[in-house]
């Protein structure tokens, strides 16, 4: 039964990552160039592929998805973040942190789908190149990505409805610089129990089922790469899935222990490094791991760049 007292929370304190004005000031600086970084790989990896008919193949058209996907997951917190950091006062209203709730799982969501979809891809065109093109034809693509938006949508508005059902009364206090969900289970003043096995449920169904699909494609992968008589080509095909499996590894791994572990089992300090891990450095990696370091992409955006040199 609620007291007759009891207030209704309008806003959050996002205490973000420290309370010092100098660290604030760095802070911001930094992750003002992460975040530049992340926009402008990005938008170069989507003009380039867009602009070179070279590029118009099932992995390009998964990567072009891909960059946009992290333009959208990066700036669901990042702009709000920075203005946190030169604010006097931090706060975000309650629907607000509840729509970048829904925004964020969204997009982490949907970016572990599609980097299933980009590894069944390479499974396609290594391990069975002769049935390649009928394996990815163009509808099937579709498919893919529209399936991915679909189940992270599905994911976040799952848990943004149980959400939406708690009541807030304070403290109103996030030790977080963003509105994730596990942090914000922790100020509501109702019963949490329901949105911690939804939580804990949806992040084993649908992380766990992109998880596996990703690591059963590259299982069969590197079983291939194994059989390549050629020492180089090993190298080379190994070289490329590593890096590939460390980007997806570090996403899972630190989104797996960030929302499936137990209210307050890390420290404040270990959950950010999480956050900014998954949230912040892997929009901002995706395009370097899986494009600017692939040959094609660098040839496409030399010949961009002569034929603009050539124009000028």
């Known amino acids: 039964m609620k007291m007759k007292n009891q207030t209704t929370v309008t806003e959050f304190i996002l205490l973000g990552l420290s309370s010092d004005p100098q660290m604030q000031i760095l802070l911001f600086l930094v992750f003002l160039v992460i975040y530049l970084i992340t926009l402008g790989s990005n938008i170069v990896i989507m003009v380039v592929i867009r602009a070179d008919s070279h590029l118009h193949t099932p ?19 990042m702009p709000k973040m920075l203005m946190n950091f030169l604010a006097e006062h931090k706060t975000i209203s309650v629907n607000g942190c509840i729509a970048q709730m829904f925004l964020f799982i969204l997009s982490v969501g949907t970016e572990g789908f599609i980097l299933s979809a980009m590894a069944y891809d390479r499974y396609a065109a290594i391990c ?41 009364c304070g403290p109103n206090q996030i030790n977080h610089f963003s509105c994730e969900l596990p942090p914000l289970l922790q100020l509501s003043c109702t019963e949490t ?41 090993r190298h080379k095909a190994f070289s490329t899935c590593s890096s590939h499996l460390i980007v997806v590894g570090l996403l899972y791994m630190t989104g797996f222990l960030q929302y499936t572990k137990p209210i307050s089992v890390f420290s404040v300090v270990l959950d950010e490094i999480f956050s900014i891990q998954y949230s912040i450095l892997t929009p901002m990696l995706n395009p370097i791991v ?16 002569g034929k603009f040199r050539f124009l000028n």
């Open 128 to 168: 069975d190149p002769l049935r390649y093109m009928e394996r990815m034809s163009k509808g099937i693509c579709i498919q893919l990505v529209s399936g991915a938006w679909a189940i992270g949508f599905f994911h976040a508005l799952l848990n943004t409805v149980f959400t939406s059902k708690l009541h807030f």
């Open 193 to 233: 129990f329901a949105n911690q096995v939804v939580l804990l449920t949806s992040a084993l169904v649908f992380g766990l089922s992109s998880f596996l699909l990703t690591l059963i494609s590259y299982i069969h992968i590197i079983s291939t790469i194994l059989r390549i008589r050629s020492a180089e080509g």
């Open 290 to 305: 899986y494009s600017l370091k692939n040959k094609e992409v660098k040839t496409a955006l030399r010949n961009i760049l």
């Open 59 to 77: 992995m390009y058209f998964f990567l072009f998805h891909l960059s946009c996907l992290d333009i959208c997951y990066s700036s669901v917190t």
